[in-house]
């Protein structure tokens, strides 16, 4: 059974900090894995990450994959009240399978 | 402009009552998809079609049904043999095919409560 695994669960960090959140898998057939940002209803896209693309940067957001060890980071820096959200991370395997999301990571950012 | 829209926003049931959740979308999607977001449990599948007039099973089907009579719709109805329907439900799209490419596109979501 295919799984996705975060942690931590949930986070509180400080303006400004930097912080890094995880994602580890058990795929058969890995194809990518995409972050999403969840703040009050619709999740939206940030990265995908696949064999051809192991390393992704949008302005303070980065993520990389590591295909051998079977995890994935999301790293953060300089934290804005406005990063407060659930982060979640999905696997996605060959063929048209669905999906797998992890449990998601809860982060607050406090003034 | 394209998108995916689920209705109500808000749902109340009553015990023992049907109710059904739209979702529609004008992204000429193949694929629709609708997950059960609980409280610390992330997204779970409840199910899943890749094209029209066919659908599967997810993780947590049993108290469900769903149709695709459209390529643009699938509605969700949650039967009162789902024990425990409050929850947050998510209804996502896709090209058939393109996980790899694109991933989904998600509604904003309907919130249900029993009452």
Partial sequence: EDKVVQSPLSLVVHEGDTVTLNCSYEVTNFRSLLWYKQEKKAPTFLFMLTSSGIEKKSGRLSSI?????LFSILNITATQ???SAIYLCAVGSSGNTPLVFGKGTRL???A | DGGITQSPKYLFRKEGQNVTL???QNLNHDAM???RQDPGQGLRLIYYSQIVNDFQKGDIAEGYSVSREKKESFPLTVTSAQKN???FYLCASSMRGGLLYYGYTFGSGTRLTVV
């Fill in chain 2, 22 to 24: 739209s979702c529609e």
């Fill in chain 1, 65 to 69: 994959l590591d295909k051998k060890e």
């Fill in chain 2, 33 to 35: 998809y609708w997950y």
């Fill in chain 1, 81 to 83: 009240t406005g990063d």
């Fill in chain 2, 85 to 87: 329907p409050t929850a």
């Fill in chain 1, 108 to 110: 607050s950012v406090i």
